[in-house]
């Protein structure tokens, strides 16, 4: 396009403007012949001026729109992650609680043991399906022997089986391979407590004369030399005498949950450990 093509509508709409404001300053004469050429100049532009004014109108209001909601959708972010973080400061709060209560707990239990105590905590268990063991983060450099019983708030959790220089492994009262002699609160009835799995044991050998009642607890009878006597097993929820044979069925839930361990004590009694080959 030629510049004087280029420019030749903007100026065209200037000269126009500059009609109307003339003819409006003339206007205050009061010239009938200018009033008539003043109305029919305001016919022609007022529609196109109407239509600037509107669309100027429009485009202010889009553009504040448009900015509103730019900070709208900022502060929205800005609120989600501060949202995020007081949600995370919250759970880490209840963690923090939830560990002091534990700790707590453990630090009780140790007021009330008799013996010199090596705390732990457990970093894993025994993936197999067959055994329940629990590895623990302290080892034959802290003290931890093989033989030695483990605690938790509640009762009794196992003893060491496997101790290595900086780790030990504890094989859980639930489990198969682990038998202890246990007797019962009440009535001094002694039979021998047998892991069956999961989270259940059995309490084998107790003749169907005896006394037992769902609720008595089942405490170890120091007998044999791995626990010591009067630490809590668990509490009698089932007792059959139906059952063919000569002894009761009888079965015991853990004190302690032993699927959700995190801290445990191990008693250092040096006289009920297993010696180390």
């Known amino acids: 396009m030629r510049p004087r093509t280029r420019y030749r509508l903007p100026l065209l709409i200037a000269a126009v403007l500059l009609l109307v404001f003339s003819l409006f300053s003339l206007s205050l004469k009061r010239s009938p012949a200018l009033r008539k050429v003043e109305g029919l100049m305001v016919s022609l532009t007022a529609p196109g001026l109407q239509g600037f004014h509107y669309a100027g109108r429009t485009f202010k209001r889009l553009w504040q729109e448009y900015f509103y909601l730019v900070g709208v959708q900022q502060e929205n972010t800005a609120l989600t992650h501060k949202l995020e973080e007081f949600t995370q400061k919250e759970v880490r709060y209840q963690e923090a609680q939830q560990a002091l209560t534990r700790l707590e707990a453990l630090l009780d239990l140790k007021r009330q043991v008799p013996f010199p105590i090596i705390g732990a905590r457990v970093i894993a268990y025994d993936p197999s399906l067959w055994s329940r063991c629990a590895v623990l983060d302290q080892g034959k450099t802290q003290g ?19 101790a290595y220089p900086h780790y030990s492994k504890v094989m859980l009262i639930v489990d198969r391979n682990s038998g202890a002699d246990a007797m019962v ?15 259940r044991c059995s309490l084998e050998y107790v003749p169907k004369s005896a006394d037992v009642q769902l609720g008595d607890l089942v405490l170890a009878s120091g007998l044999g030399g791995v626990y010591p006597k009067g630490l809590t097993f668990g509490k009698v929820t089932a007792a059959d005498k139906k059952k063919p044979g000569v002894f009761q069925e009888i079965e ?20 009920l450990a297993i010696p180390e080959p």
Do not use: C, F, M
Request: charged share 20%; proline share 6%.
């Open 144 to 162: 931890v022997k093989t033989g030695l019983p483990v605690l938790a708030p509640g009762g009794l959790v196992g003893r060491i089986v496997e």
């Open 185 to 199: 609160q009440r009535t001094r009835v002694r039979g021998i407590l047998q892991g069956k799995g999961g989270n």
């Open 252 to 271: 015991v839930t853990p004190a302690v949950d032993l699927s959700a361990l995190e801290e445990v004590l191990v008693v250092k009694v040096v006289n």
